[in-house]
């Protein structure tokens, strides 16, 4: 198993594997995003946050994140499905291993249509403080949307961890609703790294 002598060390492995596996980019806007724009940046995230290196790094560094805020004292943490979930999992699972456990949880797009035909998945409760998480925000409209959802549902929201900022205007507007927004990476420094390695490649 490979070895990570700090944090900068684990952050700068989980760029290589994001630009290995998430990250594209082309001359023109050829992505269309789900705000129906088009860009020329794309990010899937999940060939990164699914395997199993990239869910031991994205685990740990948000699990930092959250752990050095010392007055989000939080029982869980989630997000809209799909992308916020192996996100949510990678952490909850690194809080157990951490000796801190948290739980994680789904926030649906519709509510379960039997059973308990809820909209929240997991095990939390009106009045727990909760963290809301996203592999990825543009606009900030699907982690809105988790936070509006979850509030419904009674839960408290100290914030947000994001692991790719696009800098497209996400962060303010989810700041807009009074949560704060902690992100590991931005749009514009995973551009870099991509760019010193498309250098190396012409030499």
Sequence with gaps: MRKYRSPEKMKQRLIELILERTFKF??????KLASGTMSNFYFNCKPTTLNSEG?????NLLYDIIEGRKSWKVKGVG?????ADPVANAIAYTSHLKGEPLEAFVVRKEPKKHGTMSWIEG???KGDKVVIVEDVITTGGSTKKAIERARECGLNILG???LIDRQEGGREAIESLGVPVRMLLTKEEIFKAYQKLETHKIK
């Excluded at 869910?55 to 685990?59: I, K, N, P, S, V």
């Excluded at 997000?79 to 992308?83: D, P």
Aim: aromatic residues 10%.
């Design 26 to 31: 082309t001359d023109k806007p050829t992505f």
């Design 55 to 59: 869910m031991y790094l994205t685990g």
């Design 79 to 83: 997000g809209l499905t799909l992308g």
């Design 123 to 125: 095990n939390v409760t």
């Design 160 to 162: 947000v961890i994001v």
